[in-house]
């Protein structure tokens, strides 16, 4: 059965098992795009749901929209720090702890966001326009038509690896390392991009010592409008330990690349799914301004966000208590009927397109939400000049993840 259908009741084994064996934080669940039953479930019967055992240990589900919301914006007892676990459902390894400021919690948290904020003030985004928009038509004019190629590598991770590499001015013929590394940050050892936690490791400081390189250069130079130099001539963050100032690098890294990335094969994906919208859009490409948050609840590129409670509470009825686990499921809340009228259909003219959960909300609210939109915006204005259809022409391949929901391939075709 789709994801576009309204009950799954008798169709999954999701309604079939006891509800306290129900553990949604399975990556293969994701891979398999199998997981949407149990979170309809657990929204209809346990919206705050403990999994007292997994391979992660025990946690609590959040899969309601107005439930996420209170937890984000509740950080004095729903902690981001790393060193009580961090953000996602699987702990940040000790041994290897990233300080970086989304795992971190006020007062410090505050500081080191507000220094690399101005990279998406209106004139900065203004400035980023004109290049993104020339790098992207001149990608999209190169690609093949009338044979079947992957969308994720010559179209998603093209656009978005180009527009990091912009942020960080970062060498431009490098700059497939920045995908290189995003993926090494979020691998699970042993299913595909690396083999162990060590050659991880491995991989990570080989990053950290290229961008300390950078940072050398850049401390040295007159402060400009990269991150890089951001971060380099701040007092709050000129004096980072090195693992600390790769947290960051690897926060940047990861924050605009793998989301923006899904969200760019995630909408030929629904579009293609959902011909009526398609013809809609190519019909009025005005559109576009409503179809990119549609797009960004549609895919929900992270799964969830985790926090760890400082304290004991009672949550909706549930006893949660001090150092337990908490996962926001923000692919469910984005589904929650109660909220959002039709969840499960894609409709690329919404009239509330911007609520949904995608970017969380509370401090820790993504910092690159209009940038994200402005690329996608940019990139379907390119393509619906150049190209009438866009075909999927077989399944997308999933990422083995509860945390990045995205796809590893998308075959598609361009009409001749
Ligand atoms: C569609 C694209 C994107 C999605 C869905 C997304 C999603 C998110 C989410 C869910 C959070 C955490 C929110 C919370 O805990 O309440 C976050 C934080 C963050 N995002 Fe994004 N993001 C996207 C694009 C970007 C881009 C382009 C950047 C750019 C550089 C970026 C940088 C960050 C940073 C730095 C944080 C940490 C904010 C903090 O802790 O204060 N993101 N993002």
Known sequence: MSAQAKSYEGSSPAYDMPLDKIHVGQPELFRTNSFWPYFERLRREDPVHYCAESEYGPYWSITKYN?????????????????????????QNPDFLLPMFIAMDPPKHDKQRKVVSPIVAPENLEKLEGTIRSRAAKMLDELPVGETFDWVDRVSIELTTQMLATLFDFPFEERRKLTRWSDVATAIPGFGIVDSEEQR?????????????????????????????????????????????????????????????????????????NPDQYQKLRDNPALIESMVPEIIRWQTPLAHMRRTALSDIEFKGKQIK?????????????RDEEVIENPNAFI????????????????????????????????????????KNIEVMGEPERIYSSFVKGYATLPVRIAG
């Open 67 to 91: 439930d996420i919301m209170a937890v984000d914006t509740n950080h004095q007892v729903f902690s981001s720090e790393a060193g009580l676990g961090g953000i996602t459902l699987r702990n």
């Open 201 to 273: 490791r491995e991989e990570l400081r080989e990053c950290g010592a290229y961008f300390t390189d950078l940072w050398n250069q850049r401390v040295n130079s007159e402060p400009k409008g990269d991150l890089i130099s951001m971060l380099a001539h701040s007092d709050v963050t000129r004096n980072m330990p090195p693992m600390e100032y790769l947290g960051n690098i690897i926060l940047l890294i990861v924050g605009g690349n793998d989301t923006t990335r899904n969200s760019i094969s995630g909408g030929l994906l629904a579009l293609n799914e």
């Open 322 to 334: 001090k150092g337990d686990k908490v996962v926001m499921w923000y692919v469910s809340g984005n």
């Open 348 to 387: 690329i003219d919404r009239a509330r397109p911007r609520q949904h959960l995608s970017f969380g909300f509370g401090i820790h609210r993504c910092v690159g939400n209009r940038l994200a939109e402005m690329q996608l915006r940019i990139v379907w204005e390119e393509i619906l000049k150049r190209f």
